[in-house]
Structure formats: C-alpha cells, structure tokens
C-alpha cells in the first residue's frame, strides 16, 4: 500500500531533550516535506527536499533541522525543542519535483514542556 | 508578506445546503493552486488542483474550483453537501518555479444532519 508513514505518532518531552520524528514513504517520490499546524494558523512549511541530499527552508525552519541521505526518509530533528514547538506534524511527498499531489502523514502529535 | 486567505474560518451548514470557501491570494505571477481536506481522524488528502488550462476544475466528491486571475481567487464549490463532508478545507498555493506550497488557515466546515 502507497503510504507516507511518520513516527512517533505521539510524543511528550522536555525543554531541550533532542529528539528526532521520522518520515519515510514507499512511493518512490522525489519531493518531502514537513509542516505544522497550529490552530488558527493552518499549515505551515518548515523544510522540503527536491532529492536526496537537496534540502531547503520553508517558511518557518528555526529550531529544526532535516536530512535526507535516502530517497525514502526525511526525518526532523528538533536539537533543543521549546514549549513553542508543541504542535501537529505532517510530513508529505509528491512524485514530481515540487510541491504538487502531495501525499500526506498521519502526523506527529508533539507536546513540549 | 505573500499570503494565502481563507475567510469564514468556521462554517455551519445543513445537509443539502450549498457549499463555498473563498481563497484569495498575494503571489504575482503563474501559480499552482490546490484544496486539500483533512476529514476527522484522517490525513490531510488533494480534494483537486489547477495547474493551467479550463478555470474551472472538478475534484472528488462533487467539489469544484473556480480560478479567477483577475480576482486572485480560487473558490471552492459544492452545490449539496451531505454529513461526510464535515471537514477541514485548506487552500494551498504553489508559486510557479517555486518550490514551497503556501497554505491558508483552514476552513472548519459542519455539515448538521
């Protein structure tokens, strides 16, 4: 079954413990990314990657990190989370090399204290 | 600051009632305009996209879009909505030749029985 899988699906942790929420799709796609969303406030992009070994910033990438050494994965690194990364994670492909047909996560409930 | 706009955060409808979501944006230029729905509990799935071509575009479920260049706007339409259509309605937008994906703050739309 095609599907962009994310892991964990729910994580409670302290100020400043990194942590890592893994992506990784089957569908062969070229193109990852990652949002929050926050009420209110919708999605917003953090990073996206082209291919592997290509990654750029989206809108709002302070405080993560990303990394895309194989096609399939894209995980997120928060290094030092804060209270204001509590948030709804979603990481999604699309075939094409860009931002279209997107395939969506289940996402990663993230709560920081 | 470009943006994307939906209005009427909150939208409560009877079954069989008529349906439409506004979305207005800031980019200049050619775009990739998309709807995504995120019905409860499910990940965030293309209800359709305009890349070119006939401005008015079908999606699934009944839904269809309007592109109007002039107005920066591409609404989202259902003539008769049924329950299963209570839901989370973003706009994205894909500036041409960009690779990020802009969305709007969502619309939460509750279709009543």
């Known amino acids: 079954e095609a599907q962009v899988t994310q892991n964990p699906r729910y994580l409670i942790t302290v100020t400043g413990k990194k942590l890592t929420v893994t992506c990784s799709q089957n569908?062969?796609?070229?193109?990852m990314s990652w949002y929050r969303q926050d009420p209110g406030l919708g999605l917003r992009q953090i990073y996206y990657s082209m291919n592997v070994e290509v990654t750029d910033k989206g809108d709002v990438p302070e405080g993560y990190k990303v990394s895309r050494k194989e096609k399939r994965n894209f995980p997120l690194i928060l290094e030092s989370p804060s209270p204001n990364q509590t948030s709804l994670y979603f990481c999604?492909?699309?075939?094409?090399?860009?931002?279209?047909?997107?395939?969506f996560g289940p996402g990663t409930r993230l709560t920081v204290t | 600051a470009q943006s994307v706009s939906q209005h009427n955060h909150h939208v409560i409808l009877s079954e069989a009632a008529s349906l439409e979501l506004g979305c207005n944006y800031s980019y200049g230029g050619t775009v990739n305009l998309f709807w995504y729905v995120q019905y409860p509990g499910q990940h965030l799935q293309l209800l359709l996209k305009?890349?070119?071509?006939?401005?008015l575009v079908k999606g699934i479920k009944g839904f269809e879009a309007e592109f109007i260049k002039s107005k920066f706007s591409f609404n989202l339409r259902k003539p008769s909505v049924q329950w299963s259509d209570t839901a989370e309605y973003f706009c994205?937008?894909?500036?041409?030749?960009?690779?990020?994906?802009?969305f709007g703050k969502g619309n939460q739309v509750v279709v009543i029985p």
């Open positions: 569908m062969n796609h070229e193109y």
């Open positions: 994205a937008v894909n500036p041409y030749g960009n690779n990020r994906l802009a």
């Open positions: 999604a492909s699309s075939f094409t090399g860009g931002p279209y047909e997107q395939y």
């Open positions: 305009y890349f070119s071509g006939d401005p």
